[in-house]
């Protein structure tokens, strides 16, 4: 790993792109090197001056979400649309929801749905789940239940669990495809697992209530005090009101469970 950094140091300081949006991921996940952002910005910062569109979009990103540097979205919009005028579909995507969120320009959904479509086309699953959501939704295009679990189910397959989340709503509640109580619950779970606070909230409801599995207040209670660790107010919200129905001793059990799930996977908290 050491001669991988040294060797990727050297091909940086003569100015290859690639290397240097390299230099920026290693630097951004800590691969080989000690984590360092302002590092990271730097290195993508010089890959995209030289055209290089993961950087770009990467540098947008930092922009847009106001890390290392101060948020601005003019900015982050410019490098999303060079990268997706590159074909790059993690920028497609990007340029997607700054059109969806009106950010940096007037909120269009048609022209975010343009650039979710042109992402999707490549098997970006970000951009699945964000164009399954359109469907949902009707947003820039007619709603259609049908075509949203479609995209639903592509991402999820993908493992995206904003994708997989939003496919066990749709089982859920029926819409679009047959309900379907344990397949909501298999979908949830598979996200819960990757600390998405959402599926671990809805996965809380599903014991809660009994449906898809045996109701159980002890794992409920578990599964949103794990989703209100990662910052899901409904979650919190929802202890507090079962933890009205539940005896002393069953919330210490809960907790425990709590406890002994995060010591099992310690992923199913979000890195801070």
């Not at 601005?72 to 919009?77: E, G, N, R």
Request: contains cysteine; hydrophobic residues 35%.
């Amino acid at each position: 790993m050491k001669q991988r950094v040294l060797l990727l140091i050297a091909v940086t300081m003569v100015g290859c792109a690639t290397a240097q949006r390299y230099a920026g991921s290693m630097y951004a996940y800590g691969v080989g090197v000690k984590k360092n952002p302002q590092k990271a910005f730097k290195w993508y910062h010089k890959a995209a001056d030289k055209g290089e569109p993961t950087a770009q979009s990467n540098l947008g990103t930092y922009y847009a979400y106001g890390l290392v540097v101060d948020q601005d979205y003019k900015k982050a919009l410019k490098w999303f649309q060079k990268a997706a005028d590159q074909g790059n579909a993690g920028g497609q995507n990007n340029l997607g929801w700054m059109y969806e969120q009106g950010q940096g320009m007037k909120q269009d959904y048609k022209e975010a749905v343009k650039w979710y479509k042109k992402a999707s086309d490549q098997g970006n699953a970000r951009a699945e789940a964000n164009l399954g959501r359109m469907y949902e939704f009707g947003q820039g295009v007619e709603q259609d239940y049908k075509k949203a679990v479609g995209w639903y189910q592509k991402a999820a397959n993908q493992g995206n669990a904003g994708g997989q989340n939003n496919l066990g709503i749709m089982y859920k509640n029926g819409k679009g495809i047959e309900r379907d109580y344990k397949e909501a619950v298999k979908w949830f779970q598979k996200a819960a697992n990757k600390a998405d606070p959402n599926s671990q909230s809805n996965l809380g409801a599903m014991y809660a209530n009994g449906q898809g599995v045996e109701k159980n207040y002890v794992t409920a209670y578990a599964w949103w005090n794990i989703a209100a660790s990662n910052g899901s107010d409904n979650a919190e919200k929802n202890k507090s009101i079962l933890a009205k129905d539940m005896a002393p001793e069953q919330i210490t059990k809960a907790q425990e469970l709590s406890k002994v799930m995060l010591k099992k996977s310690p992923n199913l908290i979000q890195e801070k």
